[in-house]
């Protein structure tokens, strides 16, 4: 239970970092603890039944659900590609408009508009 | 046809992707336009080969490395996924030769062109949410690289706040993915089927929350495809689309968010969840009404265009979501009509851009003189977003709104719709009618305006003679190709309406039948929901729509004609408001009202919750 509550913390936590913060590089580390509360979620998830690593070269018994696992070591894959990405984003938009503060790039994205 | 070959819809353009590494590796090799190429036409090849086995209602499937279903890896090729892929290869082959023409796109661009279609091929196929997951991303990735490429105007900050967005969407749609993994134990198409005919109950420790652990579990999982087919915060659409290279304009507005509404389409019908369809019905109404009335107030030409997708996106929800045969059929063919009147929108708008370099419609005019043939082909794509007969656009929206003949707000909100349609594309269509106009300086030479600006203006030729701006002319053959054979489609798909909404209905119709499997007796579900429970019911509508039937609704009826003079006309009277003094006004004040990045963020959690309210009720 008490993980449960560290994980939904987790996820609120991030969900409020990335609409309240108004630094490009804070959303996106937002995201990225957003995506990893969603993992930790399925992980532990998994763990609940069983209490061995699912390798069963060695005929283990009492696995955990390995499912969880190889679903969450793709998704880790993709959410690293994007946080990568979007920092490449933020790379080019700074040495565009100098700045990584959110309001400050919609301000002269705007200026241009007129 | 074997099933295994399935595969090789996604391994051929990921394959010609790496193809395309070799040409960023060593410059001199040329081979990252003809692994484009070589790979459309193999796909194509491959697509026409299983054609004849999907006509015939046989589904095929594969599961890689020979692991139990539900376990492995596995793709699956039904009847409504050949429709979709015949989409993407149909849109691909214009936006492959205006690229070619267009120039200054190297191997990096065709790498990511080439994920892009390998993306949407394994969205299409996959047979589980969590692939699907995965080729959502693919996809993803590769339209936010593209959007940004040229790293031109606003492009950089619509790709990040593209990214950001549907990033936030798919962590959604992940939860969803654990909710309902932890409800059912698997994530199998078909297996979540039979766990919504069971009536959804979520796993043991949180049987007494069912009201709102389902729901939620539901929403967020459309919620997160929603962010790409636009349809809960639509506002990163205008942007991303609109400042885009021009191929991949055509090629987002044209299939990227429509494939991902076929997986909406089929996850709602999978799971029967009719008051999902009613949320789309309201929420699609309403957004085809906002697109076009933020579209009217736009001057840049291509973002006006891209308000346009958002609204005709609202067309096919509302469609969708009305659940009638007619409507959904008619939605199933707006989406097809869509995808080539608006490809070839924004083709002929971007080559406007190219010649000019100008992207306001208050700096260029009356280029029709200038380039007849394009004007043309503008024309056709205008003609088809506005409903005339007998564009393709008519079909599909007769289709919808006969569809929709039962629900009387939605029904008028697409009505205003289609007036401010018309309005916004006659103001549009100011780029090829008028006065002559490059860079706000008039190019005839009695109009053209005698003050300080001609002095200073910069020229090479003597004085006294031309200085026109230079329109920028090039040979632009294979772009003129490309958009061409949009403008055939529009027409055609016009013509043979009538054939057309028979053939797309029966591939989907049939292929999905047998698709859930044995154990589910649903018959035609994938295609019509539950509107049509068994295959009497269907071959009887499909009987309603043979031939005669069907030439005479749409050829043969005068309430249509009516309706589309009285569109015409009505939109011709906002237009005139829109050009008049006190328009302009209602439309600076109008665009002073935006929607910031984080308050996005906010609507798009404000739209899960919403939608989570809707399927609460259901539940």
Same mark, same amino acid.
């Given at each position: ?10 996820? =609120? ?28 979620? #399925?992980?532990? #998830? ?24 190889? =679903? ?12 990568? =990405?979007?920092?490449? #984003? ?25 | ?30 081979? *990252?336009?003809? *692994? ?26 594969? !599961? ?138 979520? /796993? ?52 990227? $968010? ?5 997986? !909406? ?10 008051? *999902? ?12 009404? $906002? ?57 002929? !708008? ?31 794509? /205008? ?123 029966? $591939? ?11 154990? $589910? ?16 019911? *269907? ?81």
């Amino acid at each position: 239970m008490i993980a449960l509550l560290l994980i939904s913390l987790l996820f =609120l936590v991030s969900l409020g970092g990335m609409i309240l913060s108004k630094n490009l590089i804070r959303k996106v580390m937002a995201l990225n603890m957003l995506n990893s509360a969603v993992i930790i979620l #399925f992980i532990f #998830f998994g763990s609940l039944k069983g209490t061995h690593a699912p390798i069963l070269v060695g005929g283990e018994t009492d696995i955990v659900d390995p499912i969880p696992q190889a =679903l969450m070591l793709t998704a880790i894959v993709v959410g690293i590609c994007v946080t990568a =990405l979007a920092l490449a #984003f933020i790379y080019r938009l700074y040495d565009r408009y100098g700045t990584t503060e959110l309001p400050e790039i919609e301000h002269q994205v705007h200026q241009n508009d007129q | 046809m074997t099933s295994d070959a399935i595969l090789l819809f996604t391994v051929i353009p990921l394959f010609g992707s790496f193809v395309t590494l070799v040409e960023k590796a060593v410059p001199s090799l040329k081979v *990252a336009k003809p *692994a484009a190429l070589a790979s459309f036409f193999l796909s194509v090849l491959l697509l026409g080969l299983y054609g004849e086995g999907i006509y015939g209602g046989a589904v095929y499937s594969k !599961v890689v490395g020979g692991w139990p279903r539900g376990i492995g890896i596995g793709q699956e090729l039904d009847g409504i996924a050949w429709v979709a892929l015949a989409l993407v290869y149909l849109i691909y082959l214009p936006v492959l030769l205006y690229s070619f023409s267009e120039g200054g796109y190297d191997s990096r661009f065709y790498f990511f062109l080439l994920l892009l279609q390998g993306g949407m091929a394994g969205i299409v196929l996959a047979y589980d949410v969590f692939n699907l997951f995965v080729f959502l991303e693919i996809t993803g990735i590769a339209a936010y690289v593209l959007i940004g490429y040229q790293k031109k105007d606003r492009a950089l900050f619509a790709g990040f706040k593209y990214l950001m967005l549907s990033s936030l969407g798919i962590t959604l749609f992940l939860l969803g993915v654990f909710l309902l993994y932890r409800d059912t134990g698997s994530l199998t198409y078909t297996d979540l089927r039979t766990w919504a005919l069971e009536g959804m109950a979520p /796993a043991k420790p949180v049987t007494a929350l069912a009201w709102i652990s389902t729901p939620f579990a539901l929403a967020t999982l459309l919620a997160g495809i929603g962010v790409r087919t636009a349809f809960l915060p639509y506002t990163w659409l205008p942007d991303a689309h609109g400042f885009a290279p021009h191929p991949i304009s055509a090629s987002l507005s044209g299939v990227v $968010i429509k494939i991902s509404f076929m997986v !909406v389409w089929k996850l709602i019908v999978l799971l029967e969840l009719s008051e *999902a369809r009613q949320f789309l019905l309201w929420m699609g109404s309403a957004i085809a009404l $906002i697109g076009v009335l933020r579209a009217l107030t736009q001057t840049d030409v291509k973002v006006l265009l891209a308000w346009h997708s958002v609204s005709q996106m609202g067309y096919i929800f509302a469609g969708f979501g009305a659940g009638t045969e007619m409507a959904t059929v008619g939605s199933l063919y707006h989406m097809v009509s869509h995808a080539f009147f608006k490809a070839l929108l924004f083709l002929s !708008v971007g080559t406007v851009i190219l010649f000019t370099g100008e992207r306001s419609l208050v700096k260029v005019s009356g280029l029709g003189r200038s380039f007849p043939y394009l004007a043309v082909l503008f024309a056709i794509g /205008a003609l088809s977003i506005m409903g005339v007969p007998p564009f393709v656009g008519y079909v599909s929206k007769s289709l919808i709104f006969e569809g929709l003949k039962n629900h009387s707000i939605p029904y008028w909100l697409l009505f205003a719709a289609s007036v401010g349609t018309v309005a916004s594309f006659t103001k549009l269509s100011l780029l090829f009618r008028g006065s002559p106009m490059v860079a706000g300086k008039s190019t005839e030479d009695s109009a053209r305006p005698r003050g300080s600006f001609q002095r200073v203006e910069p020229t090479d030729t003597p004085s006294g003679l031309d200085t026109r701006p230079a329109l920028q002319t090039r040979p632009f053959k294979s772009g003129y190709l490309g958009m061409s054979l949009l403008a055939v489609f529009c027409v055609l798909g016009g013509l043979l309406g009538t054939y057309g909404i028979q053939l797309f209905s029966t $591939i989907a119709l049939h292929g999905s039948a047998v698709s859930m499997g044995p154990a $589910i007796s649903v018959g035609t579900a994938t295609l019509y929901g539950s509107a049509l429970p068994n295959e009497a019911a *269907a071959s009887a509508f499909q009987e309603s729509m043979q031939l005669t039937h069907g030439v005479t609704f749409l050829w043969l009826n005068g309430k249509e004609y009516l309706k589309t003079i009285v569109t015409l006309l009505l939109g011709y009277g906002v237009y005139r408001f829109i050009v008049s003094k006190k328009g302009k006004e209602v439309q600076a004040w109008a665009n002073r009202l935006r929607i910031s990045f984080d308050n996005q963020l906010v609507l798009l959690l404000v739209g899960l919750i919403l939608l989570a309210v809707f399927l609460a009720i259901q539940y």
